[in-house]
């Protein structure tokens, strides 16, 4: 069974900081290209960061210099270090794993979501 558990959101002030974590059970981690999407109330879900299993990166315009993408493929881990959020970062974020297409198809889970909060 398949499992992405995201953890360390909450609320934070405007200019604040959050590290986000996700861990993966029941696949093959480090084959996996690991990403973090959020979605605000209202607004379609979008992709944040991706991170190959090579290690490459693909940031979205709005978070670029401010969100650091990483991956512990020793601790089946990938954050999300989050510095200099504003209102507009606030969402639901969620942790995706997809491998493939590939011989044997195209994988892809999520996780439940982890709700981060800014706002004085």
């Known amino acids: 069974q398949v499992q992405l558990v995201e953890s360390g959101g909450g609320l934070v002030q405007p200019g604040g900081s959050l590290r986000l974590s996700c861990g993966a059970s029941g696949i093959i981690f480090s084959i996996y290209t690991m990403s973090w999407y959020r979605q605000a109330p209202g607004k379609q879900r979008e992709v944040v960061v991706g991170i190959t299993s090579g290690g490459r990166t693909n940031y979205a315009d709005s978070v670029k210099g401010r969100f650091t993408i990483s991956r512990d493929n020793a601790k089946n881990m990938v954050y999300l270090q989050m510095n200099s959020l504003n209102p507009e970062d606030t969402a639901v974020y969620y942790c995706?794993?997809?491998?493939?297409?590939?011989?044997?198809?195209?994988?892809?889970?999520w996780g439940q979501g982890t709700q981060v909060t800014v706002s004085s």
């Open positions: 995706n794993a997809v491998q493939g297409p590939g011989p044997q198809g195209r994988y892809e889970y």
